[in-house]
């Protein structure tokens, strides 16, 4: 009779090990990948921040509400909202714009302000010149002046995967949702608008792997 012949435990324990540290490796990567966003989100929002900072020590003014920026830039600007310098964003932030940015929608031309100064990049005219940019985690970052409890001008960031809002917040406020100068709404869908309403106890952080929220930070 033919003798079988099989692994031995030493293999199969050889085998196990490897699989061990490839899976391992994966959790290592994967968990590198999400503190990268941690802290890609939060250069973004103090990114924003200074941008916004920059052009009003340059022009005293805020971007978007700013009353001389057709005078300054002339024909570039193809809108002058009706109330500007008043201090307020007017629109959401979660307004996208395929062309140039309308008369009503402050908060899109925060961002053509923002590209013509050259304080961020984009188009500064025509098709996309107001649209929001797109944040670390794939979202959209925006302005508006008002929401999530707040009555001041305020800036938001959608899509956050849980685990990245839960150590946003951490890092740069409270850590909770519904309190301080950062929180957050649960998402139903992508971009959500945020009402002028404070957050809900239902939108208290809940790390399930599949919750996304939208956070907004008073400015």
Excluded at 87 to 106: M, R, S
Excluded at 132 to 156: E, K, L, R, Y
Excluded at 172 to 199: E, F, H, M, S, Y
């Amino acid at each position: 009779m033919k003798k079988q012949s099989g692994f031995t435990l030493v293999e199969i324990a050889i085998v196990l090990v490897i699989i061990g540290l490839l899976l391992g490796g994966v959790l290592k990567g994967q968990e590198i990948i999400t503190q990268a966003k941690i802290k890609n989100v939060i250069n973004d929002i103090n990114g924003i921040t200074a941008a916004i900072q920059a052009y009003q020590d340059r022009y005293k003014a805020l971007p978007g509400d700013d009353p001389n920026a057709a005078t300054r830039w002339g024909a570039t600007v193809t809108v002058v909202a009706t109330n500007s310098g008043n201090g307020t964003l007017d629109g959401n932030y979660n307004v996208a714009v395929a062309g140039a940015p309308t008369a009503a929608q402050e908060s899109n031309l925060f961002w053509q302000h923002l590209r013509l100064a050259n304080f961020v990049a984009g188009p500064s005219t025509g098709a996309g010149s107001g649209s929001p940019a797109t944040n670390a985690a794939g979202g959209i970052i925006g302005v508006q002046t008002g929401g999530m409890g707040f009555t001041s001008n305020i800036v938001c960031i959608s899509n956050l995967p849980d685990k990245i809002a839960i150590a946003v917040d951490s890092a740069i406020d409270d850590g909770n949702a519904l309190t301080g100068q950062v929180r957050a709404k649960l998402q139903t869908a992508p971009n959500p608008d945020v009402a002028a309403a404070a957050p809900v106890e239902a939108d208290a952080y809940a790390e399930t792997g599949n919750n996304q929220y939208v956070l907004c930070k008073n400015l």
